[in-house]
């Protein structure tokens, strides 16, 4: 038997410094077992707390957001080819999945996208009926290319490259602005696909405004937030000739399908790529 004093410390879960923690786990009862949850062959599908470099592997609540919304206007996304950004656990994507055509669910690390693979096949019941199929893949913001070496894990072949820039109507990222270099990364992504793509598409963007304090500032501040609206003001100043991107927020009032909490710092955007003819 446990002694329940000891039982209590076992829950108490210390996070190391460098570990951050998404908040839709937070008054989970029982986290301890959370923490990590392995699969028949002793691999990790979730977890709770991760290194920076691994937040990927848990799921944030901007993905909730999206998803929400997807489940909401289901009819924009009806038999579409979509590509995610910094899909994570996939969750997004699976979501999609049950009324979309195709869907690049794409990330970094053969990690994290084994783990994302696996939840795509667990979830297969799901998106059975609405025939949606979840290719996932490596798109790294970091990187110019897409990798189409056959002998890397999660590369592109060329068939699916040209599916991709000739069918893709809609691109979606949750909860991917946190670090302005890697922001940066992504807009610059956006601006390379979006460019290549043969038609017009939408882009939904979620993201949480986390308050920090700072001591640089001494003051509360939402940094990368507002590096993220900087980021969305120069992408529709932008005047290249080529494309022209229209950006509007959507209010949160949609209905929520789905369980977590809907705080107010949670925000989803929506940017209308269109070639200028
Ligand atoms: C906070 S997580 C969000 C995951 C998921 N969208 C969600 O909301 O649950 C940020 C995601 O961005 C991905 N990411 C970070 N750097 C990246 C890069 N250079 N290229 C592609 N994805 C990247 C991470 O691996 C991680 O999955």
Excluded at 93 to 101: D, G, L, N
Excluded at 112 to 133: D, H, K
Aim: with cysteine; net charge negative; hydrophobic share 40%.
């Amino acid at each position: 038997m446990v002694d329940p004093e000891e039982e209590e410390a076992m829950e108490e879960i210390t996070f190391k410094s460098d570990t951050v923690l998404s908040d839709v786990h937070l008054n989970i009862p029982n986290k301890r077992h959370l923490m990590v949850r392995l699969n028949a062959v002793g691999q990790p599908e979730h977890t709770m707390a991760t290194p920076l470099e691994d937040v990927g592997k848990q799921v944030w609540r901007g993905a909730f957001l999206l998803a929400d919304y997807i489940l909401f206007r289901c009819d924009l996304f009806k038999s579409c080819t979509v590509l995610e950004l910094g899909a994570g656990t996939g969750i997004s994507s699976i979501i999609t999945a049950t009324v979309a055509k195709t869907i690049y669910c794409t990330d970094v690390g053969e990690d994290l996208l084994a783990m994302c693979e696996r939840n795509v096949a667990l979830n297969r019941n799901l998106t059975a009926t609405g025939g949606g199929v979840i290719k996932v893949k490596e798109l790294d913001w970091l990187k110019d290319d897409l990798c189409t070496d056959p002998q890397v894990p999660f590369s592109w072949s060329e068939e699916e490259i040209s599916d991709l820039y000739a069918h893709t109507t809609v691109i979606m990222a949750a909860d991917v602005f946190y670090d302005d270099d890697l922001t940066d990364a992504l807009f610059k992504t956006l601006y390379r696909i979006t460019h290549n793509l043969k038609n017009a598409c939408t882009i939904y963007l979620s993201i949480e405004k986390r308050l920090n304090f700072t001591l640089r500032h001494f003051d509360i501040t939402c940094e990368a937030y507002n590096h993220f609206r900087f980021s969305l003001n120069e992408l529709e100043k932008l005047r290249d000739g080529k494309m022209k991107f229209i950006i509007e927020p959507i209010e949160a009032t949609f209905p929520q399908f789905l369980v977590y909490e809907r705080i107010e710092q949670l925000e989803l955007w929506k940017i209308v790529a269109a070639p200028i003819s």
